[in-house]
């Protein structure tokens, strides 16, 4: 089982670097209430998942550079502000097992946050240099937005079947991770087949809530892809762990030093 915390030593100084550039992207200095809600939010910050495959599918093609560390933030900014969103909808006063931003600040201000990080998203997104960005991010926004209107409809209905879950899931939590590694390829210039290779790339299985921390709070188990989006591609790529090597010339240079290029 590879391990999160081994993974990301790999993009340690990258996250490093993320971190900063993310809280200086989103504060302020002249508007009181948003800074004051960047610093409740700044200790329940995840795990960075995101982050972590944007750098390493970035490290396929060569090193990460300005471009990635803002693909990083553009996809972060974006998911935590449908989890902002997802709070409100979901009346839930607990995130990450401590309370919630609207518990605290309510849903009006919840709500309108959520919506100055997507709009900090889309200002992000005109740093990265590559107008296919736009389309990535465009398609995922609308596959969470289907996502959420699915979940939202079906909240009360016990018979479920599992191809409808996975529908749910691949335009939630696989179209971030997909965006996650697509948008470090195109940091680096990636072509229309590394890209395909990275949206699609190995799938991680989806983590079951008992199971030890790890990726996502699980084990990574390279291959075990589960669904398939209304794309037709597998949207839970762990990308950076198997892949033709053929198409990303970077990824040679990692293998050597142990990386988990190896794995799978």
């Not at 009181?32 to 329940?44: G, N």
């Not at 892949?243 to 240079?253: D, Y």
């Amino acid at each position: 089982m590879i391990r999160l915390d081994d993974v990301q030593e790999l993009v340690k100084p990258e996250l490093a670097e993320f971190r900063k550039r993310y809280d200086d992207w989103i504060k302020t200095g002249k508007t009181p209430i948003v800074d004051q809600v960047v610093r409740f939010l700044t200790p329940r910050r995840g795990k960075l998942l995101r982050p972590t495959l944007t750098y390493l599918s970035a490290r396929l093609l060569g090193e990460c550079n300005d471009r990635t560390h803002f693909a990083a933030v553009v996809v972060e900014l974006l998911s935590n502000a449908t989890l902002l969103h997802d709070d409100v909808v979901d009346n839930s006063d607990k995130r990450r097992g401590m309370p919630s931003l609207n518990a605290i600040f309510g849903n009006k201000i919840s709500v309108l946050f959520g919506d100055y990080l997507l709009a900090n998203s889309l200002l992000a997104m005109l740093e990265c240099g590559d107008t296919r960005v736009f389309e990535v991010l465009a398609r995922t926004s609308r596959r969470l937005a289907k996502g959420e209107l699915d979940q939202a409809a079906r909240s009360r209905n016990l018979d479920m079947d599992e191809e409808t879950y996975y529908r749910m899931v691949s335009n939630k939590t696989g179209a971030l991770v997909a965006a996650a590694c697509v948008l470090g390829g195109l940091s680096n210039g990636a072509d229309e087949e590394q890209t395909t290779a990275l949206r699609g790339g190995a799938g991680c299985r989806l983590p079951d809530p008992g199971r030890p921390a790890g990726l996502h709070g699980a084990g990574i188990h390279p291959g075990q892809a589960r669904g398939r989006g209304p794309e037709g591609a597998q949207d839970h790529p762990a990308a950076y762990f198997r892949l033709q090597p053929e198409r990303f010339p970077g990824r040679a240079r990692h293998e050597t030093h142990g990386g988990p290029a190896q794995a799978g």
